[in-house]
């Protein structure tokens, strides 16, 4: 088994042995934990999402003239997408310091997050362009943001935990892009080692960090925090592991998520209650309320489809290692994940069709009427998860919550793709028709915020074809 050593607080050095590497924080590594049966990982590279095949067989799409209607169109959006034209690729937007969250004592002085944010963005696409394309400027542009920042960039912080945030989100789309551009000629082994150690150090380190000890929550609980900042720490540390070809990273993240971890995040906690749902065709299907339902729907939406990108990584990484049964996690814990995306569905969506989708304010609004009230959709009050009533965690959800009801996030073409032939996906179905062709970062209909940045997007174009 591939061991790579992870240097972590000195907080959590006390949890598992550690290792004889050591920098200001003390020392830690995984070389002691198993929470699965010892299986040898098999790394068939680039494995970003998708697998290797995919990546060839939409590019043989793109070249035989065979795309869909709505794969093209996205083809021809990502390709004029702000993030790959322009300043893109050409002058990286690099800080020392990654700051989200409270400013207070750090270099930067104000939090700057956006920029890494937007530079991920810019990378993945650059990446995913060249591997359906064969275009080298591409990954040339890719692989120019990837190195800057891994030179120049030395830490995610601030004043408070929301650094965490950027930690998993903008963990995962560097790695992911890393993934796609890897196997590039211009990239030297010794930029690309580089960019490995920078993603161990700036972004795994934080990412094990939080899983185990949570920040240290105030309240002393692991359920201080809601669901999705488990879920974006887990993407990261899950797609570094697959970058480095660490086997134990990946099977923390798979033991994590679907039995042992102790966050909001992982399915045992993030399944509040499950239904039986009559769907207009009067077919009888199960729908799982997830554990942000009663926050808001902005947020309940974004876990569910940030919930979906780890199970695609996963499930991409399973494709060449059918024996690793335990990276399924779409079929985890009861389908656990198509539950919950269905509920998810079923409460935002409208009766109208992908025609009628207009955008105010950077915000997706569906064209019709609601497909059930408020009062239709089964809520069962939950909470409080943690002792601190000041906090969200700290007080009960007693209803649904319909706050930013309707806003679409790219992201269910995943979920459809794998569970188009399942029964059980009626409202699946429905809400990546609605939104396709879904789009991703840059798009102009999310918007510029963080929250168009929080899912990988341009599902239909990689999905809708297979």
Known sequence: MKKTILSIGLAVAALLPTSCQKNDYGTIDLSGYQPEPEVTLNYVHPCALYTKADFERVKAAITAGTLSKESKEEFENLKQNRYVIGDYGVTPHVHEQIVRGDPTGTKEGVQNYGDAMKDAASAYQFGLLYLIT??????????????????????????????????????????????????????????????????????????????????????????????????????????IGILCEDDEIVNYVAD???????????????????????????????????????????????????????????????QDNPEAKYLDFFSSNDNALLHMAEYSALANLKDGKHEDLTVVDGQVIQGGNWLYAESQIPFTPVGKWCSNSSHEAGKMQNTFSGLYRGQMRPGYEIYWNHYKNTAGSYFIKRYAEVLRPEGGSGDERYGQNSGAFDQIGWGTLMLYNK
Not at 178 to 186: C, F, V
Request: hydrophobic share 35%.
């Open 134 to 239: 064969g275009n080298e400027e591409y990954a040339r542009k890719g692989v120019t943001i990837l190195n800057a920042w891994a030179k120049g960039c030395k830490e995610v912080t601030a004043n408070d935990n929301n650094f965490y945030l950027a930690a998993g989100c903008q963990g995962f789309t560097f790695a992911l892009a890393g993934e796609e551009l890897r196997g590039w000629s211009g990239w030297s082994e010794t930029e690309f080692t580089e960019f490995k150690n920078w993603m161990l150090n700036v972004f795994a380190d934080k990412n094990y960090k939080f899983l185990q000890l949570h920040g240290n929550s105030t309240c002393g609980s692991p359920k201080h925090y809601m669901s999705n900042w488990d879920l974006v720490n887990l993407c990261s540390y899950l797609q």
């Open 256 to 318: 994590y998520f679907t039995k042992t971890g102790t966050g909001l995040g992982s399915l045992p906690n993030i399944v509040q209650k499950t239904y039986d749902f009559t769907c207009p065709d009067g077919t009888v299907e199960k729908v799982a309320q997830a554990q942000e339902s009663g926050r808001d729907q902005g947020h309940a939406t974004m876990a569910i489809v940030v919930a979906g990108q780890l199970a695609q990584a996963a499930w991409a990484l399973y």
